[in-house]
């Protein structure tokens, strides 16, 4: 094994970060994606039911690469106007993996008790509220394990970018392998750091989880503190909730 | 107590006055079908203002149905029902009647309230919070006023030291006091009680019936009830009504139901549940 130099480390590292920031981007665009058509398919209206499911199916069972394709050589030719590779690559894996998403927030949605819509509409809580009140905070903690699973495809997927000339991990990497003609150790290398950011939005996304059931008097927060500090820490669970939807998938 | 929900008649206790005596809820030819399987069968009633009426009969009989489209939980399928004067689903269109939409239905059904057999409480609220947020987010109130006013009736149920507890933290029981003041929160005029105390363990079915008796014998506000504590029927009710076969086979006092009942179906019943 050669040793890899600094300058060839300095590509790697600013590769992880470009696939840092699509994971970010596409789970924030997939999130949404998941909420809007999973919950769209749950509507009493079957024709925002049938449109989001159609919406589901033509978008799980594409490619994501033909769609990142698509989107970045057909797009251009097509209607004229051309995407950065990374804001293509984030549509294309945003919506599938959103399609992907959606399946577990309607999942979720529909495992909540209909007592509970049923408690929402004694108290003449319109549908939406009924939603935004009680059926998504209930779900919510549902959700989060196969999220996680989603998140980490997600992260393995962003390698795809490489083949369209984006500087992510797996591009920097087959730069260095051409340049120094080695595989080995740089695709081990390479192996490491993505289980590494693997490993990282797990103990994450664990975290969101038991402060989602907590929310919901599931599994008390850890002990020690007392009123005032389950309280900041409900307060901070409710934010972290927030923020980790927009970027949950 | 803090529920007076009908202003301008205080009442005393154990006197249950009928208001002016209006019809508060109207069931006209009224057919609901669950399949083949004709629950309830053209049925006409009604319930004056201030009236505590309860519904008893064998399970299948219809009577947790009646509860459940007044709460819009189930739809009608012949027939109409109105509240206070207003159909509940309907609206008066060009002299016909038509479905009424969602919103509609929604005004009419704020005057109802509904405490239900597995409590239902909101396991992502606390408790203080379950019981305001319908008052503020339906019915605007400020959430000042709303939390004084949840305050108040948590004590009135004897669990106003238990605001911050999240339902999962409660039993059985206090967690239905906790569902009967959030459906008081909402000044409903009518409470329907479905088999409140059907899921409680038996030492606990008291408490919830002590708040029941308190709240009927020193508010006005008009019960319907669906139970199978006859003691506590005969405690609260002005009017008893015998279901069998979607139909009310015969009604009048508790007195006169549970001491002289003139059907042979009411006498086989509670010679069974007494």
């Known amino acids: 094994m050669s040793e890899l130099t600094w300058g060839l480390w300095q590509l790697l590292l600013s590769g992880a970060w470009v696939t840092v920031q699509l994971t970010v981007y596409s789970a924030a665009l997939g999130a949404v994606v998941a909420f809007g058509i999973g919950i769209a398919r749950t509507h009493r209206l079957w024709i925002v039911r049938f449109l989001s499911g159609l919406y589901m199916e033509i978008f799980r069972g594409t490619s994501a690469l033909v769609l990142m394709f698509w989107l970045f050589f057909v797009l251009p030719v097509a209607f004229g106007w051309q995407l950065l590779p990374l804001w293509a690559a984030v549509l294309a894996l945003g919506l599938s993996y959103g399609a992907y998403g959606s399946e577990v927030v309607r999942g979720a949605v529909a495992a909540v008790s209909p007592a509970q819509r049923e408690a929402g509409v004694a108290l003449s809580f319109t549908p939406a509220q009924q939603l935004r009140k009680i059926i998504i905070p209930q779900a919510w903690p549902e959700m989060i394990p196969p999220f996680n699973n989603l998140l980490i495809e997600l992260l393995k997927g962003t390698a795809l970018v490489s083949i369209m000339g984006v500087g992510d991990i797996a591009f920097g990497a087959s730069l260095i392998r051409n340049a120094t003609g080695q595989s080995a150790p740089v695709y081990t290398i390479i192996l490491l750091m993505y289980f590494v950011l693997a490993f990282v939005l797990t103990r994450g996304m664990r975290v969101v989880e038991r402060h989602a059931k907590a929310g919901i008097g599931q599994a008390p927060p850890d002990s020690g503190s007392g009123l005032l500090g389950k309280l900041s820490l409900r307060r901070q669970t409710a934010v972290t909730g927030d923020a980790t939807s927009a970027g949950g998938i | ?274």
């Not at chain 2, 704020?110 to 909101?122: R, T």
């Not at chain 2, 669990?159 to 999240?166: I, P, W």
């Not at chain 2, 105390?197 to 669906?226: F, K, N, Q, W, Y």
């Open chain 2, 1 to 274: 107590m803090s529920a007076d929900s009908n202003p301008g008649n205080h009442t005393t206790e154990h006197t249950n006055p009928t208001a002016d005596g209006r019809e508060l809820i109207r069931f006209d030819k009224v057919t609901k079908r669950f399949g083949d399987n004709t629950v309830l069968d053209n049925l006409d009633f009604t319930v004056a203002a201030g009236k505590h009426v309860t519904l008893i009969g064998p399970s299948g009989s219809g009577k947790t149905t009646i509860l459940r489209l007044l709460m819009t939980l189930l739809k009608v399928d012949e027939g109409t029902i109105r509240v206070d004067g207003d159909y509940l689903t309907h609206e008066e269109k060009g002299g016909k009647l038509v479905p009424a939409g969602e919103r509609h239905t929604r005004e009419v059904r704020k005057k109802i309230g509904m405490v239900f057999q597995q409590f239902n409480l909101f396991p992502n609220m606390k408790v203080l919070r379950n019981i305001m947020e319908a008052p503020v987010h339906v019915l605007g109130l400020g959430k000042d006023e709303a939390e004084q006013r949840a305050r108040e009736l948590l004590d009135l149920v004897g669990l106003g030291d238990r605001c911050d507890a999240y339902p999962t933290q409660l039993s059985g029981g206090q967690q239905q006091r906790v569902a009967i003041a959030r459906a008081l929160a909402m000044r409903p005029q009518v409470l329907l009680l479905d088999e409140v105390t059907s899921a409680l363990d038996p030492e606990l079915v008291a408490g919830v019936l002590d708040v029941l008796r308190d709240i009927a014998h020193t508010t006005d506000i008009t019960m319907l009830c669906v139970t199978h504590e006859m003691n506590f029927a005969r405690d609260i009710s002005d009017d008893v009504l015998m279901f069998d076969a979607g139909r009310v086979i015969e009604s009048g006092s508790p007195d006169k139901i549970f001491s002289d009942p003139e059907h042979e179906r009411t006498r086989e019943f509670l010679s069974a549940v007494l």
